[in-house]
């Protein structure tokens, strides 16, 4: 008894380890912040949130009615600003905006229905990289419902991700980012933690949500949207920036290089 006793405590205080301290990057580094917007429902103040934040690179989803407003608002701002429209799907648009060089690396079509992937290669202060943005299948299930479709879609949103990953070009540092639909735990995740990929918020925070939906009787909250980034880089911080007019809130994560030749 005194053994098993000992050995939950033990793996009791590994659970509540506590987080990394946020590094302010000296070196060369860039910021990466990824964002669902929600349909693009309010341009303006989605606009005036990205140039606050004034990130190197973002990453946006559900951006289907942004694009005029982004352009018009940031194009000083940006080098790039590039628009793509998902053909299967109302919310599958995304939008990459960039203070670098870019280029296409892979539009990629659905593989379900639902959502597209796309990859962009940037000329960033670390070298060349990739990002690969998603949005993946929502936990609706085929019979409807979403209380159902959270334990019936797991499969797709793992097999969704398996299928955009194998258009990455492996010569080149990765960074997934997007709207998992899921948490840090699922299964989509643990594909990308298993490539060598790591996880960025939850080393720095492990309780802020990155989503919400407000019902008759309670605020549903879970954290859905990640940045997980390949062996190349290391993380000096990451954050939940809490606030904008989506049921998402931006995350951010500051990229420094570790292995770049």
Same mark, same amino acid.
């Given at each position: 008894m005194r053994r098993v006793l000992i050995s939950f405590l033990a793996a009791l205080l590994c659970g509540c380890a506590t987080v990394r301290k946020a590094q302010v990057a000296t070196g060369p580094h860039f910021r990466i912040v990824t964002y669902n917007v929600n349909r693009g429902s309010n341009p303006r103040e989605i606009a005036e949130m990205i140039r606050t934040n004034a990130a190197d690179i973002v990453c946006l989803q559900e951006a289907d009615n942004l694009e005029p407003g982004i352009r018009a608002a940031l194009t000083q701002q940006y080098q790039t600003i590039e628009f793509h429209d998902s053909e299967a799907r109302v919310g599958g648009g995304f939008i990459f905006l %960039?203070?670098? *060089? %870019? *280029?296409? !690396? =892979?539009?990629?079509?659905? =593989?379900?229905?639902? $959502?597209?992937?796309?990859i962009m290669a940037f000329d960033t202060p670390l070298g060349s990289i990739q990002v690969l943005n998603v949005h993946l299948m929502p936990p609706f299930g085929r019979w409807g419902g979403w209380v159902g479709g959270y334990f019936t879609t797991r499969g797709d949103r793992l097999r969704e991700i398996k299928h955009f990953y194998n258009y990455c070009d492996p010569t080149l540092p990765l960074i997934v980012v997007g709207d998992f639909n899921d948490t840090?735990? %699922? *299964? =989509? !995740?643990? $594909?990308l933690k298993r490539k060598g990929l790591k996880n960025a918020l939850p080393q720095f925070d492990r309780r802020t949500p990155t989503w919400y939906w407000p019902t008759r009787v309670v605020t549903l909250r879970r954290r859905m949207d990640h940045i997980l980034y390949s062996r190349e880089f290391d993380c000096a911080s990451a954050r939940v920036i809490v606030g904008g007019p989506s049921d998402h809130f931006p995350v951010e994560a500051v990229l420094v290089g570790r292995e770049f030749k």
């Open positions: %960039s203070k670098y *060089r %870019s *280029r296409d !690396v =892979a539009r990629i079509p659905t =593989a379900n229905g639902w $959502f597209d992937g796309w840090a735990h %699922s *299964r =989509a !995740v643990r $594909f």
